[in-house]
């Protein structure tokens, strides 16, 4: 007996799926979107995708945490390497932060709407992968703040506006648009470093090994 297609190619089934959801989620919104919609987006019939998925609900919730679990794993790598300074950390962190969020833009279903349709149980694994990241950022900056690198009177305050900024990019950045995804790397990576201190360091540092050198 042939085995069916649903069982032999479930991987690759089960990511077709959820390719097709996040790219209709993304574009008509989750509301509107059905499971009928997302099996010919996938090209499989209705009972195949329940084959894999209970409901849609679950496959927004798969899309979410997909994306965080991979999203946290690269950051938290970065974030984590003792060969890096910490602003060295920060810089490379950024960059992962807006590549990742316009490479997967249709996975980044992580806004209030998106979040109301899950169950609270599954709100608290996304929380619980925004945390990690926070966290590890947080001791970053911290460390930051020790080695003389960052200015930071609050570490917890500056952890959140540098989040806030770069979350907010996925609202308003077009890649299609004059501001290329480079310069917005740049530019963001020089506001955070500003924001952080770490400029006025830099000017400190410079004028005291100044200093030093017309003393000699």
Known sequence: MARKRSLDEGPVIRGSILTAAAELFHQRGYGTTSIRDIAEAAGIA???LYHHFANKQAILYAIVINFMTDFVASTSAVLAD?????EAKIARTVRLHVEMSDERRPELLIGNPIRYALSPDQQQDG?????????CVRDTIDAGVQAGDFVAPDTNLATMA???????????????GELGREAL???YTSMIFRLLGAEAVSVVRDKSDRDAASAI
């Open 185 to 187: 790397i740049e530019t």
């Open 46 to 48: 209705s009972s195949t």
């Open 82 to 86: 003792s060969t890096l300074s910490p």
């Open 127 to 135: 929380v619980a992968l925004q945390t990690i990241y926070h966290d």
């Open 162 to 176: 540098v989040l806030d900024m770069l979350n907010g990019i996925r609202e308003w950045y077009n890649p299609a």
